[in-house]
């Protein structure tokens, strides 16, 4: 049996886009980023890369892939590639 690495790519990508949403809505709503001269920038960058990096864990275990690197390998280019361009986005603002 072969796995699908476009399904699992898919799938993830999904999962990613609803934790972009997700953390948008937390920022939104959270006034522990907020200051004058953007002084938590940092925090929030920290935070943001920390949510994609906890979903790559979580579908990685999901999805019982601990044992397939090239799966891991995927999930992990792929959350790390989310989380760049919503650091490039927010970094626009």
């Known amino acids: 049996m072969t796995f699908d690495y476009k399904e699992l790519e898919r799938r993830l990508e999904e999962a990613c886009e609803e934790v972009h949403k997700d953390f948008l809505d937390k920022f ?16 929030f960058f920290t935070d ?14 999901k999805n019982g892939l601990e044992s397939d690197p090239e799966a891991k390998k995927r999930a ?17 603002v």
């Open 76 to 92: 992990l280019t792929i959350t790390k590639l989310y989380a760049k361009r919503c650091v490039d986005d927010y970094s626009r």
């Open 28 to 43: 939104k709503d959270n006034e522990a980023y907020i200051s004058a001269g953007g002084a938590k920038l940092e925090i």
């Open 48 to 61: 943001l890369q920390k949510e994609f990096a906890d979903a790559a864990v979580t579908f990685i275990k």
